[in-house]
C-alpha cells in the first residue's frame, strides 16, 4: 500500500491534470495509490443530491479500498465542488475534485475517467455513478465480483427512477426510465454509463478522448462508447443486484418532457448508427432504415395506444421521428448550459 498525504500543490495529483481546462480544487488529506477500484462522479448543480450520492458511497458495504474523482462541470458557479471538498477533507471519502471548465456531458466524464486513470495507476476497475444518483449498500461489491467472476471488460447494472411525483409510478415502465435488462448475466451491450464498470485495459483499446465530443451536448457519448466496445468484441455482463437509483424531479415527469426525451434517444441512436457505418453503401442503408422506420413506428404505437397509456404508446413514433430530424441536421442539446439557471 502507497499512501501519500496530499495538499492541492502536490506534483503527483498536478501531473494526473495535465490539462489547462482542467483544475484540482480538493482532496483528501491521504490518498492511497495503490487502490484498484475508482468511482467516477460527474456532476453540475445539483449540490443538495450530490450530498445523498456521496453519502450511498461512504456507506457501501465492502471490504475493498476505493477511491473517488468527481468533476465540477459548471466552472462559475461551483456549487458541488464546496460539497465534494467537504467528504474529502473529514476523511469519509479519499480522492479529488477538480474543474472542467470546458462544459458539456462527454467533457465531464472524460475528465472523471482521463483523471482517474492517471492519478491511480494501480487502478483496473472505473466506475461511474451520476450526482443525482444512490448507489445501493452492496452496488460496489457486487458490480466488481462480477467483473472478477466474469472477465468481463464492461459489467453494467440497473438504475430505477425514484419519481418525486408519485402519482405516475406506471412510469417506471416507460422505456425512457426502464432497465435495458431484467436478468443478470452476459448481455450483447449496455447503453449507459450512470450504472457502469469498465476496465482499465477496455479503455487502453481506444484513443482518448474516449467518450467522443461530438456527442457532448446532445448524450449518448456512453452508448457509441459502448457500441464501440461491443465491435471490438468485447465483453458484457448485466448485474440486475447491483442496483442505482435516480431521483427523477417532476419536471422530468410532464408529457412534454418525455416526448422530448423520445425524440434525443431517436436522435442519438441514428447518430451512433451513422457513426458507426463504415462505408458511404453502409451509411446509406443507415439512412434508409430510418426512413422506413417512421412508418412502421407509427403503427407500433397505434397498436400500443389499445393497452397503453399515450405517453408510452407514442415512444416507438417519437423515437423513429428524433431519427429522422438528426438525419437532417436537427438535434436538442439539453447539456448545453451556459448560464446559471434557478
Given at each position: 500500500?502507497?499512501?501519500?498525504?496530499?495538499?492541492?500543490?502536490?506534483?503527483?495529483?498536478?501531473?494526473?491534470?495535465?490539462?489547462?481546462?482542467?483544475?484540482?480544487?480538493?482532496?483528501?488529506?491521504?490518498?492511497?495509490?495503490?487502490?484498484?477500484?475508482?468511482?467516477?462522479?460527474?456532476?453540475?448543480?445539483?449540490?443538495?443530491?450530490?450530498?445523498?450520492?456521496?453519502?450511498?458511497?461512504?456507506?457501501?458495504?465492502?471490504?475493498?479500498?476505493?477511491?473517488?474523482?468527481?468533476?465540477?462541470?459548471?466552472?462559475?458557479?461551483?456549487?458541488?465542488?464546496?460539497?465534494?471538498?467537504?467528504?474529502?477533507?473529514?476523511?469519509?471519502?479519499?480522492?479529488?475534485?477538480l474543474i472542467e471548465t470546458r462544459q458539456g456531458n462527454c467533457q465531464a466524464i472524460n475528465a472523471a475517467?482521463?483523471?482517474?486513470?492517471?492519478?491511480?495507476?494501480?487502478?483496473?476497475?472505473?466506475?461511474?455513478?451520476?450526482?443525482?444518483?444512490?448507489?445501493?449498500?452492496?452496488?460496489?461489491?457486487?458490480?466488481?465480483?462480477?467483473?472478477?467472476?466474469?472477465?468481463?471488460?464492461?459489467?453494467?447494472?440497473?438504475?430505477?427512477?425514484?419519481?418525486?411525483?408519485?402519482?405516475?409510478?406506471?412510469?417506471?415502465?416507460?422505456?425512457?426510465?426502464?432497465?435495458?435488462?431484467?436478468?443478470?448475466?452476459?448481455?450483447?451491450?449496455i447503453y449507459g454509463c450512470g450504472n457502469c464498470l469498465i476496465t482499465r485495459a477496455a479503455f487502453e483499446r481506444f484513443d482518448k478522448p474516449a467518450f467522443d465530443l461530438r456527442f457532448n451536448f446532445l448524450g449518448g457519448g456512453d452508448c457509441d462508447f459502448f457500441v464501440r466496445c461491443r465491435d471490438a468484441?468485447?465483453?458484457?455482463?448485466?448485474?440486475?443486484?447491483?442496483?442505482?437509483?435516480?431521483?427523477?424531479?417532476?419536471?422530468?415527469?410532464?408529457?412534454?418532457?418525455?416526448?422530448k426525451r423520445g425524440l434525443r434517444i431517436g436522435a442519438i441512436n441514428y447518430r451512433v448508427q451513422y457513426k458507426a457505418a463504415q462505408s458511404s453503401g453502409a451509411r446509406a442503408r443507415v439512412f434508409a432504415q430510418m426512413l422506413g422506420r417512421l412508418p412502421l413506428s407509427l403503427v407500433r404505437s397505434a397498436r400500443l395506444l389499445t393497452t397503453s397509456k399515450a405517453v408510452v404508446a407514442m415512444h416507438p413514433a417519437l423515437v423513429a421521428l428524433g431519427s429522422m430530424l438528426a438525419a437532417f441536421g436537427f438535434a436538442p442539446k439539453p447539456y448545453e448550459a451556459s448560464k446559471i439557471v434557478s
Amino acid at each position: 500500500m502507497t499512501l501519500i498525504p496530499t495538499d492541492l500543490s502536490a506534483s503527483r495529483i498536478s501531473d494526473a491534470v495535465h490539462d489547462p481546462n482542467r483544475e484540482m480544487v480538493a482532496s483528501s488529506r491521504i490518498i492511497d495509490l495503490s487502490v484498484g477500484i475508482v468511482v467516477c462522479i460527474p456532476c453540475f448543480r445539483r449540490p443538495q443530491h450530490l450530498r445523498l450520492t456521496l453519502d450511498s458511497l461512504v456507506s457501501q458495504r465492502t471490504p475493498r479500498s476505493f477511491a473517488v474523482v468527481m468533476v465540477e462541470n459548471d466552472a462559475t458557479g461551483r456549487e458541488s465542488a464546496p460539497v465534494a471538498a467537504e467528504y474529502l477533507a473529514d476523511g469519509r471519502l479519499q480522492g479529488v475534485c477538480l474543474i472542467e471548465t470546458r462544459q458539456g456531458n462527454c467533457q465531464a466524464i472524460n475528465a472523471a475517467f482521463e483523471t482517474a486513470q492517471a492519478l491511480f495507476p494501480a487502478a483496473t476497475r472505473f466506475l461511474m455513478i451520476d450526482d443525482d444518483e444512490i448507489a445501493s449498500p452492496d452496488w460496489l461489491e457486487l458490480m466488481v465480483r462480477t467483473e472478477e467472476a466474469t472477465g468481463a471488460d464492461v459489467v453494467g447494472g440497473p438504475v430505477l427512477p425514484v419519481f418525486d411525483d408519485d402519482s405516475k409510478p406506471w412510469l417506471a415502465r416507460h422505456p425512457a426510465f426502464c432497465p435495458a435488462y431484467d436478468y443478470s448475466g452476459a448481455v450483447p451491450q449496455i447503453y449507459g454509463c450512470g450504472n457502469c464498470l469498465i476496465t482499465r485495459a477496455a479503455f487502453e483499446r481506444f484513443d482518448k478522448p474516449a467518450f467522443d465530443l461530438r456527442f457532448n451536448f446532445l448524450g449518448g457519448g456512453d452508448c457509441d462508447f459502448f457500441v464501440r466496445c461491443r465491435d471490438a468484441g468485447m465483453v458484457f455482463h448485466w448485474t440486475a443486484e447491483a442496483i442505482i437509483t435516480e431521483t427523477v424531479p417532476q419536471n422530468r415527469t410532464s408529457s412534454s418532457w418525455i416526448a422530448k426525451r423520445g425524440l434525443r434517444i431517436g436522435a442519438i441512436n441514428y447518430r451512433v448508427q451513422y457513426k458507426a457505418a463504415q462505408s458511404s453503401g453502409a451509411r446509406a442503408r443507415v439512412f434508409a432504415q430510418m426512413l422506413g422506420r417512421l412508418p412502421l413506428s407509427l403503427v407500433r404505437s397505434a397498436r400500443l395506444l389499445t393497452t397503453s397509456k399515450a405517453v408510452v404508446a407514442m415512444h416507438p413514433a417519437l423515437v423513429a421521428l428524433g431519427s429522422m430530424l438528426a438525419a437532417f441536421g436537427f438535434a436538442p442539446k439539453p447539456y448545453e448550459a451556459s448560464k446559471i439557471v434557478s
